[in-house]
């Protein structure tokens, strides 16, 4: 088994950010600040801002944290957009209410969605640069690969596709309504998968040697999950993700990449 270390890859990225940071302090007089709003208290996305609190604080990026009711949201968003300090916005998912997630996050302006919730962001999502980072830095191909995407979600899995399709790649998705699953996995090369589904993708459905990205994510009795089962990772002949530190730390460093570009587009 060879695992695809996304931890040791952010540690790097890390040291070239706060480099970044250190310049613009330094030369400009600017101060990258991302602004985070969170609803509810999803346990998920709780430790997903602590995360990016702390990564914020690694790199020298100011991170504000607004927690309140889903109701206040959108005029929140309007005051952090004219706000000239704050770089970038993002609306941490899930919310409350997922009935009105595209009309909140299309209020963040287009040149702070640095999370890219809404067609007019001027920047990719962050997982799926993530992703290809990931897949980059241990030096696999895609070319000429059967690509399977497992789950078409806003964050990952339609971002991802797009992403792909425009560095000429065509991978295959699968979803809940795909019938032939079966005969799609048989012939995968690569598999990332990003539904949010503990234990959706098992061993039997993967095939030999292949390239497997787990980038779902969900809680299940207060443990975090992503969407591989136990037994994938008894697999000796694989290349996959670890359960922890695979494709997250290299998430929240997309992120702050993209705010450190919105701070970057401010200079005079």
């Not at 330094?26 to 998920?44: M, R, S, V, Y």
């Not at 007019?120 to 993530?130: C, E, G, K, R, V």
Request: proline fraction near 6%; hydrophobic fraction near 45%.
């Amino acid at each position: 088994m060879k695992l695809l270390n996304g931890a040791e890859l952010a540690d790097f990225i890390k040291e070239r950010q706060a480099k970044q940071v250190r310049a613009l302090r330094q030369a400009h007089k600017i101060i990258p600040k991302l602004a985070i709003i969170i609803c509810g208290d999803n346990a998920p996305s709780q430790k997903y801002v602590a995360l990016k609190e702390q990564y914020g604080e690694d790199v020298l990026v100011e991170v504000e944290v607004h927690s309140g009711p889903q109701l206040e949201a959108k005029d929140l968003l309007e005051v952090l957009n004219q706000d000239p300090l704050v770089h970038g916005i993002i609306v941490q998912l899930p919310l409350p209410d997922p009935t009105q997630t595209d009309e909140i996050v299309s209020t963040i302006a287009p040149e702070k969605d640095v999370d890219a919730l809404s067609e007019n962001s001027l920047y990719d999502a962050a997982t799926p640069i993530a992703i290809t980072w990931l897949l980059s830095g241990y030096n696999i191909d895609l070319r000429g690969k059967n690509i399977v995407i497992v789950g078409q979600g806003r964050l990952v899995g339609a971002p991802l596709v797009k992403m792909l399709k425009k560095s000429d790649l065509e991978p295959i998705i699968v979803d809940e309504d795909t019938k032939n699953t079966a005969e799609i996995f048989a012939s995968a090369d690569i598999i990332i998968t990003a539904v949010g589904k503990a234990g959706l993708i098992t061993s039997d459905m993967i095939p030999l040697d292949s390239v497997v990205v787990d980038a779902g994510m969900t809680s299940e009795k207060g443990v975090l999950k992503g969407d591989l089962a136990d037994d994938v990772y008894d697999r000796q002949d694989l290349t996959l993700t670890p359960t922890r530190g695979g494709v997250g730390p290299l998430t929240v460093a997309a992120l702050f990449d993209n705010v450190i570009r919105a701070a970057s587009s401010s200079k005079p």
